[in-house]
């Protein structure tokens, strides 16, 4: 694998990571302003 191969896999990685983790940050700040659970389930 050439270093410009690994390059875009580990871009690819980190780019799916972000972007999952922008998307949790962004339900939870909406959560706390709501009032809400952050995964869904109703703790009581």
Same mark, same amino acid.
């Given at each position: 694998? %050439?270093?410009?191969?690994?390059? *875009? /896999?580990?871009?690819? /990685? /980190?780019?799916?990571?972000?972007?999952?983790? *922008?998307?949790?940050?962004?339900?939870? /700040?909406?959560?706390?302003?709501? *009032? *809400? %659970?952050?995964?869904?389930?109703?703790?009581?």
């Amino acid at each position: 694998m %050439s270093l410009t191969a690994k390059r *875009g /896999v580990l871009l690819l /990685v /980190v780019a799916l990571v972000a972007f999952a983790l *922008g998307r949790l940050a962004v339900r939870f /700040v909406m959560n706390l302003l709501l *009032g *809400g %659970s952050l995964f869904g389930g109703n703790f009581l």
